[in-house]
């Protein structure tokens, strides 16, 4: 078995609505995989089915070569889940919080204890832990959920927008110990996020999702350089200027009042500089977040 996670014509309705159809994927063990997609995409729903919060409708779901359909309590047991809102308990504190979710594994008392004591050191909460909940910031609650979803020591973490709302210093702590966990523990790790530079930063491999569909997967810099090739040009407040042709040595794209020319060679960027006076410009490398506005740009449903 070489796969953490192995999704073979997933499939999920809600009635007649079909919020994940018939996707397959796999994600390696000790990799950050990654799932984007617009609001509504359905990553949330592929998540929980991998976690067994919601039955699939069809297909088939292997993690850790376990099978969903059967083998449930073993999924479970090897699942860490950081869901898209916050659900930790405002009548308990900090500490409790832990204590308390430790139950819902069966945690022997004593290891729960300890293991709490443990976490609340790793995510920098050890003096907030007899404040209430109520009482933390939006990023200390977020690692708080963190540290609940490692309390049984999973393989596998699921993390739902781990950071979204939170501000960059916060988001990048988030971002530094997710890698420390993958390294140290070598824990695969899944999470969705609409930050392109979450995905770039932190996994090795992601899939985009559109109308419960994969509308592209991969490495991010082979995406990248699939996509939208190796360098863009930003030209802002173009409207008034007629967007240059794509042709075989540029791709030509409008966003918004922008043009965007992407090129495998920065001198044919260079050359188009020349066709907007003094507009502000930027040249510079791709990223992800080109691939994904380009994706949706270019997808027909
Ligand atoms: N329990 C449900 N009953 C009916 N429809 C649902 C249910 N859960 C999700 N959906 C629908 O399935 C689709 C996918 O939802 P999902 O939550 O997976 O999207 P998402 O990609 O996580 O979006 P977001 O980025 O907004 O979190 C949406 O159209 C949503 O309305
Ligand atoms: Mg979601």
Request: charged share 30%; aromatic share 8%; with cysteine.
């Amino acid at each position: 078995m070489n796969f953490a996670i192995e999704a073979k014509n997933l499939l999920k309705n809600f009635g007649d609505f079909r919020a994940v159809d018939g996707i397959s994927f796999n994600v390696r063990r000790g990799e950050t995989f990654a799932i984007l997609g617009e609001n509504g995409a359905g990553k949330s729903t592929t998540m929980r089915m991998i976690a067994c919060r919601s039955p699939l409708s069809d297909g088939e779901l292997f993690v850790e070569g376990f099978n969903i359909k059967k083998d449930e309590r073993e999924i479970r047991s090897i699942i860490g889940i950081v869901p898209q809102e916050n659900n930790l308990d405002p009548d308990l504190n900090v500490r409790e919080n832990l204590l308390v979710y430790s139950r819902y594994f069966r945690l022997e008392q004593e290891f729960a204890i300890r293991r709490t004591e443990e976490l609340l050191d790793f995510i920098r909460l050890a003096k907030k832990a007899d404040a209430k909940v109520d009482a933390l910031s939006g990023g200390m609650k977020r690692r708080l959920i963190i540290a609940r979803a490692l309390l049984h020591k999973p393989k596998i973490l699921l993390l739902d927008e781990p950071t979204t709302g939170l501000d960059p210093n916060v988001r990048q702590e988030i971002w530094e110990k997710l890698e420390e966990l993958r390294r140290a523990e070598n824990l695969t790790i899944v999470l969705s996020t609409h930050y392109m530079d979450e995905a770039e930063k932190l996994c090795q491999r992601l899939l985009v999702m559109a109308h419960g569909k994969i509308i592209a997967d991969g490495i991010p810099r082979d995406l990248i350089y699939e996509k939208v090739k190796r360098y863009a040009l930003e030209v802002r407040e173009a409207d008034a200027l007629p967007l240059q042709k794509t042709n075989a040595n540029f791709i030509a794209v409008k966003r918004g009042t922008a043009h965007l020319y992407f090129a495998e060679n920065a001198d044919q960027l260079t050359l188009l500089m020349q066709n907007y006076g003094s507009r502000p410009m930027l040249l510079r490398p791709s990223n992800l977040e080109d691939v994904f506005l380009r994706l949706l740009d270019t997808q027909v449903f």
